[in-house]
């Protein structure tokens, strides 16, 4: 994998606790600044899934009612004519 080259200025409390933290695990710095942002990546994009996922089940029924849906899936009543042509009507 092709690696970019990025400069970072930080105060030098912060460098030298970074430079503990990747000795301590045994990696190079820049290993362990490339594992502290993939660790943070992911567990962002884990908390906006778990986000939305709670978000739809706390408004399940009003999505189903809004878009003729019961919450298990199956087809709801037929839409109301006034919402012809948008999307997931007929």
């Known amino acids: 994998m092709a690696k970019t080259q990025l400069n970072v200025r930080?105060?030098?409390?912060?460098?030298?606790?970074?430079r503990e933290r990747a000795l301590q695990r045994g990696v190079s710095m820049n290993r362990y600044?490339?594992?502290?942002?993939?660790r943070d990546a992911g567990?962002?994009?884990q908390t906006f899934v778990e986000a939305a996922s709670?978000?739809?089940k706390q408004y399940e029924r009003v999505f189903a009612e809004e878009?003729?849906?019961d919450?298990?899936?199956?087809?709801?009543?037929?839409?109301p004519a006034d919402r012809e042509g948008l999307p997931g009507t007929t």
């Open 10 to 18: 930080v105060d030098e409390a912060t460098a030298e606790a970074a």
């Open 43 to 45: 567990e962002v994009g």
């Open 33 to 38: 600044i490339e594992e502290l942002v993939l």
């Open 54 to 56: 709670d978000f739809m």
């Open 71 to 79: 919450p298990g899936g199956a087809p709801g009543p037929a839409a």
């Open 67 to 69: 878009f003729g849906r």
